[in-house]
């Protein structure tokens, strides 16, 4: 059974630094990845997704990486700012048309 | 402006009492989904529907009911809720365009319940 774990649970870091998030998973049959934002009282944000036959995909100051054979994606956040802090996710996808979501890395980027 | 739509946002009730929370997407989107999100747990897909008239199971189905009549509505039922299903309840969407998976969800902003 597909299980996603993402480590840290919590991040508190300060204004500018670059950081890195981290997503594992344990079965590397997927068709795709997906990392999610969610701020508090709010609902997922698409942030970027990563087919399963792609190794990384950028969006402005995000950066996400996808190794399948090692069950590993990394987010990268360059220049991280205050209006970064939330909570972010991650989801794979198998061919059952099923989402399976990490457990989330809570992000405080301090001022 | 493309959104997904929940009502109730916020919800109090009893035990037995029969819900629904519903959901309704305006992108023509193929794919729409429900999930619980439980403090420690994440998000677990509750049941998800590929098309009209087309619904399974998703991790967590049990005390939950899904229609799907029309493509842009798609119904949580709870006929009979328990307290164990106090939760934050999101619906999602996405279109089927190239393939499944390729495309990304859209979530609505959550459906709080409480079950007394």
């Known amino acids: 059974k597909q299980e996603v774990t993402q480590i840290p649970a919590a991040l508190s870091v300060p204004e500018g630094e670059n950081l890195v998030l981290n997503c594992s998973f344990t079965?590397?049959?997927?068709?795709?990845l997906q990392w999610f934002r969610q701020d508090p009282g709010k609902g997922l944000t698409s942030l970027l997704l990563i087919q399963s036959s792609q190794r990384e995909q950028t969006s402005g100051r995000l950066n996400a990486s996808l190794d399948k054979s090692s069950g590993r994606s990394t987010l990268y956040i360059a220049a991280s700012q205050p209006g970064d802090s939330a909570t972010y996710l991650c989801?794979?996808?198998?061919?059952?048309?099923?989402?399976?979501f990490g457990t989330g890395t809570r992000l405080k980027v301090l001022a | 402006e493309a959104q997904v739509t929940q009502n109730p946002r916020y919800l109090i009730t009893v035990t037995g009492k029969k819900l629904t929370v519903t959901c309704s997407q305006n992108?023509?989107?193929?794919?729409m989904s429900w999930y619980r999100q439980d403090p420690g747990l994440g998000l677990r897909q509750i049941y998800y529907?590929?098309?009209?008239?087309?619904?399974d199971k998703g991790d967590v189905p049990e005390g939950y009911k899904v229609s799907r009549k029309e493509k842009r509505n798609f119904p949580l039922i709870l006929e009979s809720p328990s307290p164990n299903q106090t939760s934050l309840y999101f619906c999602?969407?996405?279109?089927?365009?190239?393939?499944?998976?390729?495309?990304?969800?859209?979530f609505g902003d959550g459906t709080r319940l409480s079950i007394l």
């Open positions: 079965d590397s049959a997927i068709y795709n």
């Open positions: 999602a969407s996405s279109q089927l365009t190239g393939g499944w998976g390729n495309q990304p969800q859209h």
């Open positions: 529907s590929m098309n009209v008239e087309v619904t």
């Open positions: 989801a794979v996808t198998s061919g059952t048309y099923k989402y399976i």
């Open positions: 992108m023509n989107h193929e794919y």
